[in-house]
């Protein structure tokens, strides 16, 4: 899933470069900036091996992807020390984003658990561009909007360990959204129930006037209480920008479904 949110997150920040005016980008639950693949953690779960290793061996890989997959390996090769065959580290959000901000772009990160928030910190340290937070992602929507450049990007992509942590966004969105109408704002969300996302999208849709685009993958059918896929609700999407996913995400599905299962989709939401 964090495939899709990151390749979709590259193909936004893709479209900040269009000008050449700095663009702020805003993480408001960062995480550590990268994982360690060969971690317990990580080799217990082994999400990796349905995610950027199917990604990895693939054919045909579409541009969006390619660069993807050139910063995941430049980020890979620059942490580790060994010369693994493998991959050895997965970079996260702010990570990745501070391998495509120009010298002129910033960052701002925030992350409330207080470990990683430091192992955040130290990631960044005597970077002059990322300014981390130890923080409420939600107050620092109200703290940083709108940025100076008044051009940019808010990725919101909270744990959805708390069951309201839908109701908490689309409460959020609107006072942001009043903050700085303008911006580029990409919420990223789990498909477990298909009638909570639909209560998600029909809050939005009532409280915003902007646009919103729909971004969705699922790799299995409706399951109940299952990972199903991931979405993201993208509000003021670049110019053209559904017409730049269908095919990545056309891609991404045949390459990551299991069995061709779930499917895809990219619309405005009405
Ligand atoms: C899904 S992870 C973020 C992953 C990261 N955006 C990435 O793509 O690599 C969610 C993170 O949010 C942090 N978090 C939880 N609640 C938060 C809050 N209210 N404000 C900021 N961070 C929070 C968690 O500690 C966790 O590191």
Redo the contacts with the bound molecule.
């Keep these: 899933m964090?495939v899709v949110?990151?390749v979709t997150?590259i193909a936004l920040i893709s479209s900040l470069f269009r000008k050449e005016t700095p663009f702020c980008y805003i993480?408001?639950?960062?995480?550590?900036?990268y994982?360690d693949l060969l971690s317990a953690s990580a080799t217990k779960t082994k999400e990796y091996v349905g995610g950027i290793e199917k990604i990895i061996h693939a054919e045909h890989v579409p541009a969006l992807v390619q660069r993807y997959l050139e910063c995941v390996h430049h980020i890979n090769n620059r942490l580790s020390s060994a010369n693994y065959a493998a991959l050895h580290y997965y970079?996260?959000?702010?990570?990745?984003a501070r391998h495509f901000a120009r010298p002129h772009d910033r960052i701002i990160a925030?992350?409330?658990?207080p470990e990683?928030c430091r192992e955040l910190k130290n990631t960044f340290a005597g970077d002059t561009q990322v300014a981390i937070h130890h923080?409420?992602?939600?107050?620092?929507l109200k703290a940083f909007l709108p940025p100076h450049e008044r051009r940019g990007l808010v990725?919101i992509?909270?744990?959805y360990?708390d069951p309201d942590e839908f109701s908490r966004i689309a409460k959020s969105l609107p006072i942001a959204l009043k903050r700085w109408e303008t911006g580029i704002y990409g919420i990223?969300y789990p498909i477990k129930e298909k009638r909570q996302v639909e209560r998600f999208y029909r809050s939005i849709r009532q409280t915003l006037s902007q646009p919103i685009l729909i971004i969705e993958l699922t790799i299995y059918p409706d399951l109940p209480s299952h990972l199903n896929g991931c979405g993201m609700a993208i509000i003021n999407p670049p110019w053209q920008f559904e017409q730049t996913m269908q095919p990545v995400l056309s891609w991404l599905w045949k390459t990551l479904a299991i069995d061709q299962q779930g499917g895809y989709k990219a619309y405005l939401l009405k």
């Excluded at 993480?27 to 900036?33: L, Q, R, S, V, W």
């Excluded at 925030?110 to 658990?113: N, S």
Aim: glycine share 14%; net charge negative; hydrophobic share 30%.
């Design positions: 964090d949110k990151h997150l993480d408001t639950h960062a995480g550590t900036g994982y970079p996260g959000s702010p990570m990745i925030c992350e409330l658990q990683d923080l409420d992602g939600f107050l620092g990725l992509d909270p744990p360990e990223w």
